[in-house]
Structures are given as structure tokens and as C-alpha cells.
């Protein structure tokens, strides 16, 4: 007879598994995504020589790590400013008004995996073109970028640990409730001891009432998620617009669910298998 | 055959519940093993099945030594033994038939085979006509009979009765000890473990007197004498 009470907390241990295994599935597609974005933008001073700056951005193609390397003249960083701020009448007039192109030449480098972008700014600091470079703009992308790996680090390291703290205590109140089962049909095992009932046979119930614990916990905990992902999704794709939480759900519905199914058949197993060992004597 | 061979038992240094313990029982035997409470008969019964292991000394049964018998193989050797207590310890939500036919299902037999057997055995113990009724709706004559029949239907070459008449009335005392008087009959060996003067003395089989967990007397044809 399966317990209320430890159905629910095994529920929960296993709400707050799976809340994690989506947790990684968003912060993983949001730090690609910021990752995606980002690269480096060499600006350069106003008495930059533009081939001083094509050379350099041929000797930049040549790196292994680089992509590629996109050339914006003063000229067309003005004329692409002007386009992106054609309807702020404000910023036009003030544009009018300058009589020197307050924009500075920039190369934007795209490298073919963000974890290069540490060796490029390297390179570009070791050449000595302090003459013609006003600014690289790496390190700030790379405190923002930093900063969110680590916020997801240590929220993913609070949800294993309270994964951890709420298997525990799933697998001591199914523990306990299989030691009532165990204790509730005493009678029942000591008969079958009796008349030579294979040790499976007398054990198997207690292990597979375990499983069964982990089951239903699995299938009830998912089906508690579902609700809730479709409810969140449309917030979640303001700030991660690559990332549809319902579609992901979706497809990736059967994994998931084994995910829930396994971890708490494995919960309850281990739960069976401490009962049986302490206080089922055969 | 069963031998025991120096057997001792304690479960700490100042609870001594067997000391040294020796006796044969061949084939075809009923032996009473009489004395008081906390003589030691329930010991003996504890690891001849296999459900505690002596702290000394060797137990054989046919070919099985019992004290070095590994727990995967207790479930074999137990099919061996069939087992009565005072208490009968059957299951109250089955009936008759089913608290037989439990022994056979839990060794996976053919639903067949049990529908055939069970009701010979029940015949044997003279319950036949009581197949559907529960131990709730049963005499404790009847009930020791039903737990008897569970003990025979696997065809044990012993049969371990450990006060079975301690919660009966004389009638149905007797009527119990004529139900194993003919089990041995047919060839098994009966141990019947009692504290009853007068069952000991009316069966005039043999006697093994043990007191504070010795063996006092061994005597083939014996009497209850404290």
C-alpha cells in the first residue's frame, strides 16, 4: 500500500530534479546565445590610417581562431548610425550640427569558438598598436559573459545540492514506509520463510514497491511540470528568445520523462534495498 | 539422518542458550524434545531450520550441514522441514485452501499441480469440508490442522512441531497428536517439542530432556521427568 506522504516528498525531490535538468537546458542555450553575440571590436583612433588598419585586419584573418574580421570606416559607422537612428529626430539634429564625424573606425572580429576570444585579445596587446588603437572592447563582454557563467554556475550548484538534500530525504521516508510494510506483514514473511519461498520471491515485493514509488513520483512530478513550463514559457522567451521552454518540452518528452521515471525508480530501489538489508531476515 | 555435534549457542556471555549439545535422529524416528521454558527446545528448532547459526559445533541434515548453509540455499533446504507453532501463524485473509496452496505457490508450482494436492492433504489432516472457510471461523484444533497440512504439502522428511497443543483443549490436543503419530507413520521423522507430561509419557517414544540448555537424558522409549 503505497503512502501519501512518501509519495509527496519523493514528488518533490523529483520536481526539484527536474526543475534542474530544464534549469541547465536554459542557461545552457543562454550563455551560447550571449556567447553567439558577442565579439571583439578593435576602435581605432581618429588618426588611424586606414591601411594601417587593413593591414592589420589581414594579419588578424591569418589567426587559426579567427572567423572573420569585418572592416566599419568612420564613414560607414556614421552612415550606420544614421540609418539605425533615422526616426529619432533629436539624434539626427545633433548628428547635423557636429561638424567632425565623432565615430571612429572598428574592426569587429568574430572568432570560430568564443573561448579564442581571450587569445585574440592577447594578440592584439602584445602587437603594440597602441599609436593607432583607442579601445578593445573584449574585457567588458567578458565580465558580462563571466558573470552570467557564474550566476549559472551557482544556481546549478544550489539545485544539485538541494537535489541531493531532497533524495536524501526521499529515500529515508520510503525507506521507512518499506520498513512498515516490511514489519505490517511480518507474518506473511515468516510463513514464506517457512515453507522454503525462494529469497526473490520474498524479497521482490519491498524492491519492486520501491520502484513503484519512483514510478508514479516520476510520472506525477512531470506531469506537475507541464502546467507550469507552458505557463513560464512566453516570460522565458523575452529574455531567451532562442529558447522555447513548451518546445522543448515537447521534444524532448520521452527523455525527460525516463530521466524522472529512472531517478526515482533508482531513489526507491536504494530505499527497498536498505529496508530489506536491515529488517528482512531470511 | 540429523546430527548434532557439540552444538552451543549463546547470544552473550551470560545468555547461554545451549551448551554442548549431541544427539542422532534417524530416519523413520518421533522424539520428543521436552523440558521447562528457556530449556533450549526452541533453540534447537531455530537452527535445525536454518533461522539462526550456532555459535559451536556442526548440524547435518542428510546431506545438508546446516550451520554453514549459505542464505540463497536456506529456501531448498527448507523445503525439506515442514514447521508447526503453538501460535499456528496462519494468514487470516485466506481461506483453508489458500493458506495451504501458499506454500506451493510461493515455489511457483502449476495452479494444476495445487488444485490436485491440496485437497489430498486436507483429507489427510481431516479437513476436507473446510476448504473455504477462514482461521477466524476455525476451532484451534482445526487451525493447528490447517498449519499441520501446510507443513506436510511439500512431502517433508521432517516434521517440526513446537508446542503444537499449547493452546488446545484435550480433545483437540489429542486429536493433533494422533495427526502426527500418523505422519510418522508415513515415513517422516516427527520432533515434537513439548512441555505436556502426559503427551510425552502417552506416546512412550523416544525422549530428549534437555534443562538450561543441556541435554539431561536421551532415552529411546522415555518419560517426561523433571
Known sequence: ?282 | MIIFQNVSKSYSHSAVALEKINFKIQAGEFVSIVGLSGAGKSTIIKLLIGEEKPTKGQIFFGSYEVNKLKSSLLPEFRRHIGVVFQDFRLLDRKTVFENVAFALEVEGRAQKEINELVPQVLDLVGLKDKVNNFPAELSGGEKQRVAIARAMINRPEVLIADEPTGNLDPFNTWEVVKLLVKINELGSIVILATHSKEIVNTLGRRVITLDQGKVIRDEETGRFMM
Not at chain 1, 546565445?33 to 588611424?48: C, H, P, Q, R
Not at chain 1, 526616426?87 to 568564443?114: G, H, R
Not at chain 1, 508514479?216 to 506531469?223: D, E, P, V, Y
Request: glycine share 4%; proline share 2%.
Open chain 1, 1 to 282: 500500500m503505497l503512502t501519501v506522504s512518501t509519495l509527496t516528498i519523493m514528488i518533490l525531490a523529483l520536481f526539484v530534479f527536474e526543475g534542474m535538468v530544464i534549469f541547465n537546458a536554459l542557461a545552457t542555450t543562454a550563455v551560447s546565445s550571449l556567447e553567439e553575440k558577442i565579439d571583439i571590436s578593435v576602435y581605432f583612433k581618429t588618426n588611424a590610417s586606414e591601411d594601417g588598419i587593413l593591414n592589420l585586419k589581414r594579419s588578424i584573418e591569418g589567426l587559426s581562431e579567427v572567423e572573420n574580421v569585418e572592416y566599419v570606416s568612420k564613414e560607414q559607422a556614421l552612415a550606420n548610425f544614421k540609418e539605425k537612428h533615422q526616426n529619432d529626430s533629436v539624434i539626427v539634429q545633433t548628428l547635423n550640427e557636429l561638424d567632425d564625424n565623432p565615430l571612429l573606425p572598428v574592426l569587429n572580429i568574430k572568432a570560430k569558438d568564443p573561448r579564442n576570444y581571450g587569445t585574440i585579445a592577447d594578440y592584439l596587446e602584445k602587437a603594440n598598436l597602441g599609436e593607432i588603437i583607442e579601445k578593445i572592447n573584449y574585457a567588458q563582454n567578458k565580465l558580462v559573459i563571466d558573470r552570467l557563467t557564474s550566476i549559472v554556475d551557482a544556481s546549478e550548484k544550489i539545485g544539485v545540492a538541494l537535489t541531493i538534500f531532497l533524495a536524501l530525504a526521499a529515500i529515508l521516508v520510503t525507506f521507512n514506509a518499506i520498513r512498515l510494510a516490511i514489519y505490517s506483514n511480518s507474518d506473511q514473511i515468516s510463513i514464506m520463510r517457512l515453507v522454503g519461498s525462494p529469497n526473490n520471491f520474498i524479497r521482490g515485493p519491498y524492491v519492486i514497491e520501491g520502484i513503484m514509488y519512483g514510478c508514479i513520483a516520476g510520472i506525477a512530478s512531470f506531469l506537475i511540470w507541464w502546467p507550469v513550463i507552458n505557463a513560464v514559457s512566453p516570460y522565458i522567451a523575452r529574455f531567451v528568445s532562442e529558447m522555447d521552454l513548451s518546445l522543448y518540452l515537447k521534444g524532448n518528452f520521452w527523455s525527460i520523462l525516463a530521466y524522472q521515471v529512472v531517478f526515482g525508480s533508482f531513489l526507491g530501489t536504494i530505499s527497498s534495498i536498505v529496508a530489506i538489508r536491515r529488517y528482512l531476515k531470511i
